[in-house]
């Protein structure tokens, strides 16, 4: 892996590389900007370029140091991330010491997956805030001594998961910086960090990227067929990890069973209605339901695509069936179905619960579709 596999970025890249060159990477980096555009898989690049026996710009990919950074198992390399709480642990604890076999085989394939891909975000269950334990134990280790010619580097994943008594700890560092160590926060949520935190690092905005980026990164990285890498960049919505999500699950039959919902939505009974929710509901985790949205949005884009008369449609092996549906609803409002569905997603990111958010969807999209119908 070299700086070419982190997709786009080009700016950022500028700006590391000219620092390195120049001697003068300072010691707390912020990295900031949307989900899944590449800020911890460039701050594991990083590290790996300054630990890279080669020692220029990028990494060789081929020493030992690289390899171990490839397997996040470099003695340099630190990776602080929202971990869960053990039964009975104090804060006196280390990170792991009370966490259940379970949860620690959890932590174990999420690093694995993540080793595999540093697109890859680590999620762990119940794993809410990085704990306070967690920042201590950077502070000890930047104590030892750094291994071979390197440089120390903690990247703190998301570092907005940090409480108040975390962050304070780590503000302690910050004004004391280690020797030979570079601290890398990296996070989706600036505005949630302390201001005393962003103000002691040097912050860099990593830009959004585009659909065709993200597309591009599919067929060339991922093997994915053009009109799948299509649907999936468009429905990614800028999100890199989000995309790579998708390639893993079953895509179309999910595509499918969508448009059944909106034929069931659209022509029974509450009571059936409410049965599907509820089993979508039940079946499904949070970010599934919200992929469920996006493709609704993808739907009704290309719906409202084709109304206008228009033939650049995402959904292009469905073109029978969106077809079929424009030719029911001829003067649909999909420009408002559409804000319908923006909505329900916004509403799902800020933990609205989500039958609700399904049954007001319902409602809005009935209210659109079939009482206007009566009027023709
Ligand atoms: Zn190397």
Redesign the pocket.
Known sequence: MSWNDIIAQHRVKKIINTSIELNRLPHALLFYGSEGVGKDAAAIHLAKVLN???GGTD?????T??KQINTLQHPNLNLVFAMPVGKGEESSDSPIEKISADDMANIYSQIEQKAKNFYHKIAIDKANTIKISSIRDVRRKTAMSVSGKGKRVIIIMNAEDMGIEASNALLKTLEEPPQNTILILTSSNKDALLPTIVSRCQLIRFDELTENQIKEALIIRENVDEEKSNIIARLANGNYRRALEMINTDFFEKRSQLVNFLVLVLTSDTLKISQEVERIVKSSSKPEIEQFFLMLNVWFRDVKTMQEGADNIINTDLLSRLTKFLNRYPNGDFHRIITAIEKSISLIQKNVYIPLVFFRFIVTIRNILLVKSKDF
């Open positions: 890279c026996k080669s990494s060789c990919d081929d020493c140091d690289c």
